[in-house]
């Protein structure tokens, strides 16, 4: 049976605040005061049932990614983006570039596709592999491209995405380019491709940027005929009253944004040096978490885990990863004091 983890588990014992969760790749800022205040004002609107064409969030959602209305769709998050594709167009076949985030194995399983892996990582080096996707690219055929990639951090070269997308469009295939992290890496989003190219769909959500996993806010982004496809199949009342009203402010968060790339590229650097310094192999990354081997301090990430829990530290396994093993892992890039306090901690186990 594949198991499908991830990271975020902090509840276990009940007590989800003790923890320093970097495991879960969400912005250490928190949600942008606008979205507190305007759930707080709306809390009345929970006896409503939501707006069940959700004709308002989608507005919203489309001045904040600068595109058409119609061609978006809210979802309950990234992951309600993910299955509404998948089941709505039911592929025969699904190819998935790896690592990557396991529920696209979940949504192929479910629809009973041929699942086809593409590696990522080379040598320990990052190779999008473009034949190796061409060739296993036919008409029936859904591709998943995590962009920038889960739990690597990397992107695919957009003039190799625009190639893969006219040999997708001329066979009949479906490109799904999930942009969870996009927001970290604004020049590698193909949303201005979407009312060319019929094969692409891109699944976004709304939870890393802003913190906000518990209101549950995706969206796809496609052509119109796309959409209206999906959207008939789409169950109502898909959002949920919280989900619309953090909408109504996107258009207020972009000094926010702008605040937390820069806090994010300092971070993230920060870490890197660290972390090499320590004998840790890095990979490069332009997300908002970096993907490490420790292989060669002679520690799997379980028996580290197991130390860090002292610390009320928690870091993602990724040894259910599809060509990962038990020596990789994955960071958020958290706060300057969080950063430094893991740092220390690493210091202390695997030494310097």
């Excluded at 509404?84 to 025969?92: F, G, N, Q, Y």
């Excluded at 396991?102 to 080379?122: C, D, F, Q, T």
Aim: glycine share 6%.
């Amino acid at each position: 049976m594949t198991v499908y983890a991830h990271g975020g588990n902090v509840w276990k014992d009940g007590n989800p605040e003790k923890w320093i969760d970097f495991s879960a790749n969400l912005n250490p800022m928190g949600p942008p005061q606008a979205m507190i205040e305007k759930l707080k004002a709306s809390l009345g609107n929970i006896v409503y049932y939501p707006e069940a064409d959700m004709k308002t969030t989608t507005l919203h959602i489309a001045s904040y990614l600068d595109v058409s209305s119609e061609q978006v769709l809210p979802t309950s998050g990234g992951i309600g983006a993910i299955s509404l594709i998948a089941e709505s167009i039911r592929p025969k076949k699904v190819v998935i570039l790896q690592p990557s985030f396991v529920e696209y194995m979940r949504v192929a399983n479910n629809v009973g596709a041929e699942l086809i892996h593409l590696p990522l990582i080379k040598n320990g080096k990052i190779q999008y592999p473009k034949k190796e996707i061409m060739d296993a690219l036919e008409k029936g055929t859904m591709l998943f491209i995590c962009n920038p990639s889960n739990p690597i951090g990397c992107t695919m070269p957009k003039v190799m995405m625009i190639d893969v997308l006219n040999y997708a469009e001329n066979i009949g295939a479906k490109v799904v380019v999930d942009e969870a992290f996009i927001e970290f890496s604004q020049d590698e989003s193909v949303r201005d491709l979407v009312e060319n190219y019929s094969s692409l769909i891109i699944a976004g959500s709304l939870t890393k940027i802003f913190a906000i996993p518990g209101i549950r806010l995706g969206y796809i982004c496609t052509n119109r005929d796309n959409i209206k496809f999906l959207k008939e199949r789409q169950t109502p009342w898909s959002l949920s009253s919280f989900a619309g009203d953090v909408a109504h402010v996107l258009s207020d968060t972009k000094e926010y944004v702008e605040e937390t790339l820069k806090r994010n590229q300092i971070q993230r650097e920060y870490l890197r040096r660290e972390l090499e310094d320590m004998g840790i192999l890095v990979f490069p990354s332009k997300a908002n978490f970096l993907l490490l081997n420790i292989k060669g301090k002679n520690i799997t990430v379980e028996q580290l885990q197991e130390k860090l829990i002292q610390d009320n530290i928690l870091i993602r396994n990724c040894a259910n990863y599809i060509y990962l093993d038990e020596y990789y892992t994955r960071i958020a890039v958290k706060n300057k004091e969080s950063n430094e306090y893991l740092v220390d901690c690493l210091k202390k186990y695997i030494g310097e």
